[in-house]
């Protein structure tokens, strides 16, 4: 059976961490040194195997220059000793220049250890560069181009309804995997999900799926996802000093394809860039839900934030989503650490 791995996910920021920190050790103690190890660079010359490819992704550790990395997702997976993961991010170097990374990795478990069998890292190119040709990125765009015959298919399978999305993300979750450790930080990261589960039970919603130390969560009220959102930032604030986190989330409300308990499509990728967009602590909810829950009580909103999100054109507005105390409206976010 296959899981989703907040273990596996910590490894995962624990090792790209390792990069933008230059700790050439991390790194090569996260890395198998099977002859079968194979290290994929986004360079064309760059397909290792064996001791070559573990000798060498640790220099280009020390080497890369000084830069920032920022996760913008990231999934992982296991079944029995297989995992695998991958992460969308962005790495902002000194030099002033930015880059976007895919970087995908299969770990195989040894002595009790993830290690990665696999690294393939990749710097995205639209398709029109490759192809000369648009290609559909979303089933949305499928549904564009395809034939009608095909279409029918499609839209068979795929049945869209209007849905209100909960998006959240923990904070700087690298950072608490390397002080709490792998297994220390996995087993907060399964209590805070679990903790999700019982937030939308309670509400009316459900889990979608977790994905790396995030997660998506589905309802048919906007009342009632912005009343799980104020929950679960509750819930975050009485956790234990000594292993405290912090949480983004984002609401919106829209039409979504759905199939076997999953959604797709523009409206859960603009959910997730709100949440992405929100600080630790945060609350941010699309002008849609902002105007299905204005007259909640116990519920009020900051001034409008204009948010350009990735790959959905044009200025889309966010509300920050306060809880109501008495006749001010306080933020809701947990203490400081």
Known sequence: MVNTSSELAAVMRRLISAFEKRDAATAKSLISQRDETLIIGSDAKEWLYGVEGYEVFAAQVLKTPEFRWTIHRLDAFTKGTVGWAAADSTADFDNGRSTEFRVTAVFVLEEGVWRVAQWHASVPVASIEISGAELPMSLADLLVVVDDDVQVELEARFKTSTVTLLFSDIEDSTNRSTE????????????????????????????????GDGA???????????????????????????????VRVGVHTGDAMHADGDYFGQMVDKTARIAASAEGGQVLVSDVVRGLVDDTPGLDFGDPIALTLKGIPGTQTAYPLVEATGSAAAPITPPER
Do not use: C, Y
């Open 216 to 246: 998506m969560l589905a309802f048919e009220s906007a009342r009632d996802a912005a009343r799980s959102a104020v929950a679960i930032q509750r819930s975050v604030a009485r956790q234990k000093a000594a292993k405290p986190f912090r």
């Open 180 to 211: 709490l450790g792998d297994a220390v930080w996995g087993d907060v990261v399964r209590r805070h999900f679990a903790e999700l589960q019982r937030v939308a039970n309670a509400q009316g919603g459900f889990v979608v799926k977790t994905m």
